[in-house]
Nanobody, 123 residues
């Protein structure tokens, strides 16, 4: 299976971006998915996750209230709507497919990863 993340770019603080993650294999729509992010010198951290049917979402405290995760199974695509962006949101964002149907915050709970898309927020 391949995951293609897109939508990153340069935005000013307070702005918005929407990331997309397209999955090549429709059978993986029955698994939870998540977005993680990583900056140089730091460990990859959980940002948001969504269950297989989209009924359960989880967010890190740092993005809660500003980011919204969603998925469209018909399009095999997951999204991350990012509003009120801050410079500290600058990172490479990765999408991933979890082992189960409920999202976990631990990256070891995800088996398949996309290549990442860079988000840069200027102050």
């Amino acid at each position: 299976v391949q995951l293609q993340a897109s939508g990153g770019g340069l935005v000013q603080a307070g702005g918005s971006l929407r990331l997309s993650c397209t999955i090549s294999d429709r059978t993986f729509s029955s698994y939870a998915m998540g977005w993680f992010r990583q900056t140089p010198g730091k460990e990859r951290e959980f940002a948001a996750g969504i269950s297989s049917y989209g009924t359960i979402t989880r967010y890190s405290d740092s993005v809660k209230g500003r980011f919204t995760i969603s998925r469209n199974s018909a399009k095999n695509t997951m999204y991350l709507q990012m509003n009120s962006l801050k410079p500290e949101d600058t990172a490479v964002y990765y999408c991933a497919i979890a082992r189960g149907t409920v999202p976990t915050t631990m990256d070891v709970g995800y088996d398949f990863w996309g290549q990442g898309t860079l988000v840069t927020v200027s102050s």
